[in-house]
T-cell receptor, first 112, second 116 residues
Framework: GQQLNQSPQSMFIQEGEDVSMNCTSSSIFNTWLWYKQDPGEGPVLLIALYKAGELTSNGRLTAQFGITRKDSFLNISASIPSDVGIYFCAGQGPNTGNQFYFGTGTSLTVIP | EAGVVQSPRYKIIEKKQPVAFWCNPISGHNTLYWYLQNLGQGPELLIRYENEEAVDDSQLPKDRFSAERLKGVDSTLKIQPAELGDSAVYLC??????????????FGPGTRLTVL
């Protein structure tokens, strides 16, 4: 199945630093979702985006729905050790048959 | 409100044995999804139900995989017989509806299958 291009693949940062990751697609989407997955657990929804240009925050997390509708960005400010995990984007659009496609994930390591 | 419930959380079987996974979606969610997640990858859809109807099973390996959602609530995914390559995490997710802008998916904790 199709997977979105998500980058970077992995990040190693110092506690307190800001983090940025993005996801791109060859198809336009109507919905972008961002998830965090801890080891041995299912993905947990962080932020949902429904309109092009939309900017939504959830605490220290901010995500944006790209104007072209083919990309999305997730930023984490002032990272803390519990931010460690794998972050996935997911998108759904008129050409996906109502199916969500997922990115390959960004693995985040926060060094105290 | 309870989230998506899956059981078992872990399963270890020998190849050629059958295995079944169970999922109970969030109450009121009409759409249920089964995903396969290999190590280091994002989830990949196996089958999507809207109520009791399987509306997208194009990626389900039908020679050995089967699924049912008889009353449009909980669902079972079965593999018979299991192969070594089936070792993965099987995730269940649910949403209120599908295909409507503004809807989101919520995942269960997954079942980690190991085939020896």
């Amino acid at each position: 199945g199709q997977q979105l291009n998500q980058s970077p693949q992995s990040m190693f940062i110092q506690e307190g630093e800001d983090v940025s990751m993005n996801c791109t697609s060859s198809s336009i989407f109507n919905t972008w979702l961002w998830y965090k997955q801890d080891p041995g657990e299912g993905p947990v929804l962080l932020i949902a985006l429904y309109k092009a240009g939309e900017l939504t925050s959830n605490g220290r997390l901010t995500a944006q729905f790209g104007i072209t509708r083919k990309d999305s960005f997730l930023n984490i400010s002032a990272s803390i050790p519990s931010d460690v995990g794998i972050y996935f984007c997911a998108g759904q659009g008129p050409n996906t048959g109502n199916q969500f496609y997922f990115g390959t994930g960004t693995s985040l390591t926060v060094i105290p | 409100e309870a989230g998506v419930v899956q059981s078992p959380r872990y399963k270890i079987i020998e190849k050629k044995q059958p295995v079944a996974f169970w999922c109970n979606p969030i109450s009121g969610h009409n759409t249920l999804y089964w995903y396969l997640q290999n190590l280091g990858q994002g989830p990949e859809l196996l089958i999507r139900y809207e109520n009791e109807e399987a509306v997208d099973d194009s990626q389900l390996p039908k020679d050995r995989f089967s699924a049912e959602r008889l009353k449009g609530v909980d669902s079972t995914l079965k593999i018979q017989p299991a192969e070594l390559g089936d070792s993965a995490v099987y995730l269940c997710a649910s949403s209120l509806t599908s295909g409507r802008s503004g809807d989101t998916q919520y995942f269960g904790p997954g079942t980690r299958l190991t085939v020896l």
